[in-house]
């Protein structure tokens, strides 16, 4: 039987979006099936998942010339090619063949064409590279070799982009405690067309997270941290399904979930559970992704179509090979997470990995370790 519940609370008003290019419309409530997911930090179903891993893999990223980056905030596989998103270290986005040799990087800091302040977030498919920044308000167009294409001003601020199948965009705004729309699409000229989801009254958010549009085998998940919600779109970005989590009695406050930064400067409480990025499709029913608190960070699997969740904890006892960061997926089996020399101390196992891992980390490259599940 369907997990689907029908009440449930949401930071978002839900509305349906109209084709109509000559207005931008928020229309009547949208029905969709729900299904609630309550997360467990027992580690029951996560080793029963877990368990059918077959095959680890490995690929060193070999950062060279100014193909390079601090912190990996986004990747996306694509073309036989891995693009990495850094926005607020090096602010650069680069590109890796699938051995891990460099390619290119897209853009610089600067104000002029083709460059960008912040790089918030990135989307890639066969028309090209898709930058967007958040500061300067522009989409910035490239080809896959680097080169700058165009770049289009979008009259509001967002910190997320997708392009549609349909060859339109999706934008996610950034809250200011009005209700504004929290999804808005625009044409391929970033016109406006339509909005959806309209944030609620004095929503204003708190920390930011990973990947908050990610591919999936239908379309995209849309998820902002800290709804405790997920949204899944097809290919066009109409609203098809949610997932409402719960985190039990580590849920955040709802009063922290309007505002985060003002409910931390009143209670200094850590000790509430949030996804730390937007839930990875492994398969049509296996997710993984990252929840943390102040003190811990829990690798989380769950299946939500029959509410199962499971919880791995990280901590020195942790193996190097386990789901430590994990980053995208081919939404076939495999999961690729993000592995550094930062855990040569705080895993158990660090010195068991190959050599030739051993010495590309030590040389201060990243490396992709790939866990294929045969499920």
Known sequence: MKNIIIHFSLLFILSACSNNKGSVETIAPLNCDV???DINIDKTYYDSITGHISDTSFVILKEKGNVMFSYANKIIEYNKKYYILDKKSLRTVVSFKKDGSPITRYGRVGQGPGEYIFP???????????????NSKKVIHYNESGDFLGEQKITFFADAIK????????FNTTPDGTQMPGLIYTDSLMNPICSSMTYQKDYVGGYTTNGIFRNNNLGLNFYRSPSDSLAILDKNGKVQTFIVFDFLDKSVPQIAKTDYIAFSKKNYSTDYLHFANNPINVSDSVWIGLIEDGHNQYTVVFNPFINKSGCKKFTKSSSVYDMIEPMFSDNKGAIVSLISQELKNLCKDY????????????DGNRVLLINRFHL
Do not use: C, Q
């Not at 392009?163 to 999706?170: A, E, Q, T, V």
């Not at 010195?351 to 030590?362: G, M, V």
């Open 35 to 37: 299904y609630k997911v």
């Open 120 to 134: 918030w977030d990135m989307d890639i498919d066969e028309t090209g590279v898709y930058v967007l920044d958040t």
């Open 351 to 362: 010195e068991s990995l190959p050599d030739t891992i051993i010495n590309a980390l030590n």
């Open 163 to 170: 392009r549609l199948k349909n060859g339109n965009f999706i």
